[in-house]
């Protein structure tokens, strides 16, 4: 079931579209290939080696969701044709995508508990810089987040079978028609995505 919202910013309101998928942790094991990613982010990412949340210091999908028997996948996306009053191609992404990423984290991570985790959008930010920068150990464990990526999860496959929808990239000649982020919530219980709507409703 696809949902529309809007949100609000101080010269404008957007729409956005949110979907979800439950099932079985163990039923996307098929997604994933962490030695794969891991060469991936050791070779084109700025955060390999420098955050905990990242590789190589981040767990496989299989070993983080171990104790969680289900999950809730949640992808958001946003036309961006709705950016027409910024001028600038990468800005317009940019902003898009500050949109739903600061949405669902802030929604998401409000559900974590004893019995639910939250997989993120990105690389864990709570800290800046992160303490493994500084040859510190992580500041908040019980805090900490990954991305599925981070995780050894094909995204792209995994948003183009469970939703139908393909994953569009920005390049410097290719503004795509909408961006997208995917993210989730682990459980040991099976969770209501009502109450996702509901919170994310309350932030416009």
């Not at 996307?28 to 060469?39: A, D, I, P, R, T």
């Not at 996306?77 to 739903?100: M, P, V």
């Not at 959008?121 to 920068?133: A, E, F, I, M, Q």
């Amino acid at each position: 079931m696809k949902h529309i919202l809007n949100a609000s910013t101080s010269s404008k309101e957007y729409n956005y579209e949110l979907f979800f998928w439950d099932g079985l942790s163990q039923n996307l094991k098929q997604y994933e290939s962490v030695e794969s990613f891991k060469n991936l982010c050791e070779k084109g990412c700025p955060n390999y080696n420098k955050k905990w949340s990242c590789p190589p210091f981040s767990p496989s999908f299989s070993k983080f969701t171990q104790k969680y028997k289900y999950i809730k996948v949640v992808l958001l996306t946003i036309r961006i044709d709705q950016f027409d009053n910024i001028k600038n191609n990468y800005l317009k992404i940019k902003a898009a995508n500050s949109i739903l990423k600061s949405r669902v984290d802030k929604v998401l991570r409000s559900f974590i508990s004893d019995d639910i985790y939250y997989i993120s959008t990105g690389s864990c930010r709570l800290c800046k810089p992160c303490k493994c920068k500084i040859n510190l150990p992580c500041a908040h464990p019980e805090l900490k987040t990954y991305s599925f990526e981070a995780l050894g999860i094909n995204v792209s496959d995994l948003t183009a079978d469970l939703f139908g929808i393909k994953l569009q990239w920005y390049s410097k000649n290719n503004l795509p028609e909408y961006t997208s982020v995917v993210a989730a919530l682990i459980s040991t219980h099976e969770l209501e995505s009502v109450d996702i709507v509901g919170e994310l409703r309350k932030l416009n």
